[in-house]
């Protein structure tokens, strides 16, 4: 069984301070994660992909997470939020053991102000 | 590179009503999944496909839903009847294979009165 717990349904930042949007994961084998976006009215986008290799992660736009086994988590960072951030994050968790089927958890909105 | 298509953007039904929504995948892209979107939630799984045939079908509900790849390209999603809680958005998602990277279609608005 494999699940994701986005801890943050809203997240408010100002523009140009630092984003977290925290995520944990269940798995029972060995994970795949990802964090996807979506901007109002689109579909989702890959912003970066976890798949065991280095537990530091670059994706597009800045963004960046860090895998962490002995905390199950996987929290997306960015250094500087710009107005175009705002969408809402999706954490994904994918597993052999769970057929590569993706499990979404419900989201955190992002609201980035002036 | 073209993305996913999918139409229509936008459906109104009314209840009982049968509605069906068209998915055309990257090039190439053998793995088409379904994906059912209420308001307030991550997507929900609810067919994939590789090629024309069916992988998993487990949460798709087989009453009224029923989804086709007949030629292992274009796949369509039908509802029939449809319910006032089929009220979300429909995103097709492909790739090349099973474990790589699903891209997403922009979706289908389906709201149901």
């Known amino acids: ?17 630092p984003v ?8 029972s084998y060995s994970p795949s994660l990802f964090w996807y976006v979506q901007h109002p009215n689109k579909g989702l986008q890959l912003l970066l ?38 969408a809402e994050y999706f954490c994904v968790v994918s597993s052999r ?10 989201g955190t909105q992002l609201k980035v102000e002036l | 590179e073209a ?7 936008y459906k109104i039904i009314e209840k009982r009503q049968s509605v069906a929504f068209w998915c055309n995948p990257i090039s190439g892209h053998a793995t088409l999944y379904w994906y059912q979107q209420i308001l307030g939630q991550g997507p929900k799984l609810l067919i994939q496909f590789q090629n024309n045939g069916v992988v998993d079908d487990s949460q798709l509900p087989k ?13 369509t999603l039908k509802i029939q009847p449809a319910k006032l809680e089929d009220s979300a958005v429909y995103l097709c998602a492909t ?3 099973p474990d790589q990277p699903q891209h997403f279609g922009d979706g289908t608005r389906l709201s149901i009165l």
């Open chain 1, 1 to 17: 069984a494999q699940s994701v717990t986005q801890l943050d349904s809203h997240v408010s930042v100002s523009e140009g301070t």
């Open chain 1, 20 to 27: 977290l949007l925290r995520c944990n994961y269940s798995s």
């Open chain 1, 49 to 86: 992909k976890y798949t065991s290799a280095a537990t530091l992660v670059k994706g597009i736009n800045g963004f960046e997470a860090e895998f962490k086994k002995s905390e199950t988590s996987f929290h997306l960072t960015k250094p500087s939020a710009h107005m175009s951030d705002a």
């Open chain 1, 97 to 106: 053991g769970g057929g590569n089927k993706l499990t979404f958890g419900t």
């Open chain 2, 3 to 9: 993305g996913v298509a999918q139409s229509p953007r």
């Open chain 2, 63 to 75: 009453d009224r839903f029923s989804a086709e790849r007949l030629k292992g390209v274009d796949s």
């Open chain 2, 95 to 97: 790739s090349g294979a």
